[in-house]
């Protein structure tokens, strides 16, 4: 197998953009699938999202278009607009450094957007069935020169009804055409789908190695995406591990994170793949020695690590596949230790980590995120933990004595409160901005129903970087985030996932949107439509007299 992209025949441009992106080296299911496209092979792959397989098939088609022909020559279709133009996104990140023009085409958005794009003459097209078939009939697309197809999360697209517009699709492409069929699951239809329009195609799964799990406690939390990093803090906070490893999928990660955790004075130090070996034995020693408590990591930076043990491997992002989660898991409970793994696991990630833990043979045990008011608790706990092991060491002796002299003033009570609170710092509930909850939006998750919000109805004010839009339709014009990432990222051309937080209120909506595009953006979306409705759009005021107290978001359930 493969052990890089360059072995992988992958060219310049694209092999700096795959290096950008922090990918170390590709997932099983990208070697075995990149080596088959690029030799022009049909491939079934049973996989599912999170193990790649978007670079699996992107990669040997960019490796394949003529820049020069400016017709589509790739098609792929997914079940849904937000995986639609996630996988666009995906090709932009990886052609970055070359000129080649792809499209998402979905349901939803104005057709003739569409038109005028299709008729500048895109290269790849990624769209859903309904709407690909919309613009075949219209005769508005002519794809006599796709060379490749991709049916992208196939079992959905038949859940969701689209198997007879899949195939009047298929029979509009070159018969010699490439296909590749991305499949969880292998129903009859898909395996049928796959026998009438396939060639000889080569069956792709990640075979699972025997793996041997090792016995220590494993949980995991659901999280959303954009709290990630919140709950990782709380979660530390929680915890006190002493001494964990977090790991990352990419490199970038690895860096951001350990950046704001350093930034928030955690003792964290991020391990890196291409650190030279003194440094790498500096950071070593520092998270050997206990001067440094958490390490951040990619699987690659911490493959051949010599560490005696450590309390929590905490995964940040899943591994890639599952013996990357064994292998990481291993590193902590060792010598008949306890240990603790503890997985974060975003609402699209759980299917992957249903098989994940299937592969491995596992069922980790699902938590509650702890809430402010049980890291005060265990917090507390611990502390007077710590009270009772001085006094049960003894030698209290020069204390006492102050004690007493101070006994005359004081009564007991607040003489240890005061000498708590000099010992412990500020109580978090002295500290409201540690109170406030998380944002729980993620954008492209089509099954969370879009007005399970921020409970307690309050606006916090968007991250740094970032500026707040007031638009002014809403829930009441059956406004959905997914129809304001749609318009940001077609209208303005910003990717989706640099879109933050989004709340829908009755009336009005916000949407977070990098500050310095800000203006890019309300000149965008002034001339734009969302619901088939003009609309206004503005730099929300912090605390706008708009966001009346009857305009909360509504609470689900
Ligand atoms: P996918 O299964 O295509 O949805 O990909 C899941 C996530 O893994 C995406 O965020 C990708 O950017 C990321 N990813 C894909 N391939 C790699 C790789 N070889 N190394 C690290 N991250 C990757």
């Known amino acids: 197998m493969a052990s890089s992209f360059a072995a992988l025949g992958l060219s310049e441009p694209t092999l700096k953009a795959i290096a950008e992106l922090g990918y170390e080296e590709p997932t099983p299911i990208q070697s075995q699938t990149i080596r088959a496209l690029s030799e022009g092979e049909d491939v079934i792959a049973q996989a599912q999202t999170g193990t790649g397989k978007t670079a699996a098939f992107a990669l040997p088609i960019i490796e394949k278009l003529d820049p020069k022909l400016r017709s589509p020559q790739a098609l792929i279709l997914t079940p849904t607009r937000e995986l639609a133009v996630q996988v666009a996104e995906a090709f932009q990140s990886y052609t970055k450094y070359q000129q080649i023009s792809v499209l998402p085409v979905y349901g939803g958005q104005p057709i003739d957007r569409q038109l005028r794009a299709l008729e500048r003459g895109v290269q790849i097209v990624v769209g859903t069935p309904g709407r690909i078939l919309d613009h075949i009939r219209r005769k508005t697309v002519k794809f006599v020169n796709v060379r490749t197809v991709v049916l992208d999360e196939a079992d959905e697209m038949l859940n969701m009804g689209f198997i007879e517009d899949i195939e009047a699709i298929l029979k509009e492409t070159p018969e010699d055409r490439q ?327 009755d009336h009005f909506s916000l949407v977070d949107v990098p500050a310095n595009q800000a203006q890019q953006v309300i000149k965008a979306l002034q001339k734009s439509m969302i619901r088939n409705q003009k609309i206004s759009v503005e730099i929300a005021k912090p605390s706008s007299p708009k966001v009346k107290s009857t305009d909360k978001p509504r609470r689900k359930g």
């Open 179 to 505: 296909t590749a069929l991305f499949s969880a699951t292998m129903p009859m239809p898909i395996a049928n789908l796959a026998k009438r329009y396939m060639h000889n195609a080569r069956r792709i799964t990640v075979a699972a190695e025997q793996m041997t799990v090792p016995q220590i406690r494993q949980i995991y939390y659901e999280v959303g995406k954009r709290d990630k990093f919140e709950m990782l803090t709380r979660i530390l906070d929680f915890e006190v591990p002493a001494s964990a490893i977090i790991f990352c999928r990419t490199k970038l990660e690895v860096d951001n994170i350990g950046q704001r955790l350093i930034a928030r004075a955690y003792p964290a130090e991020a391990l890196h793949g291409d650190m030279n070996q003194a440094s790498r034995d500096r950071v070593m020693g520092r998270f050997r020695s206990g001067q440094t408590e958490l390490l951040i990591a990619t699987d690659v930076a911490a493959r051949g690590l010599d560490v005696e043990q450590v309390s929590h491997v905490i995964n940040y992002d899943l591994p890639l596949e599952p013996q990357s989660y064994v292998h990481r898991i291993g590193r902590t409970g060792r010598a008949g230790r306890a240990g603790i793994a503890i997985s974060l696991v975003t609402p699209r990630e759980r299917r992957q980590w249903g098989s994940i833990q299937q592969t491995a043979g596992i069922k980790a045990q699902r938590m509650q995120l702890p809430t402010i008011g049980d890291v005060i608790t265990r917090r507390r706990e611990r502390f007077k933990e710590s009270i009772r092991e001085v006094i049960a060491a003894e030698g209290l002796e020069p204390y006492t004595i102050m004690a007493e002299e101070m006994g005359e003033e004081y009564s007991p009570t607040d003489l240890a409160a005061a000498a708590f609170k000099l010992l412990m710092g500020t109580m978090p509930e002295e500290r409201a901005d540690l109170l406030a909850e998380p944002e729980v939006y993620e954008p492209y998750d089509k099954k969370r129903a879009p007005d399970k919000k921020r409970s307690h109805g309050k606006e916090s004010p968007p991250e740094r970087g970032m500026t707040r839009l007031y638009i002014d339709i809403g829930r009441e014009d059956r406004v959905r985030p997914g129809d304001i990432v749609g318009a940001i990222a077609n209208e303005a051309e910003i990717p989706g996932r640099s879109i933050g937080a989004i709340e829908i209120f």
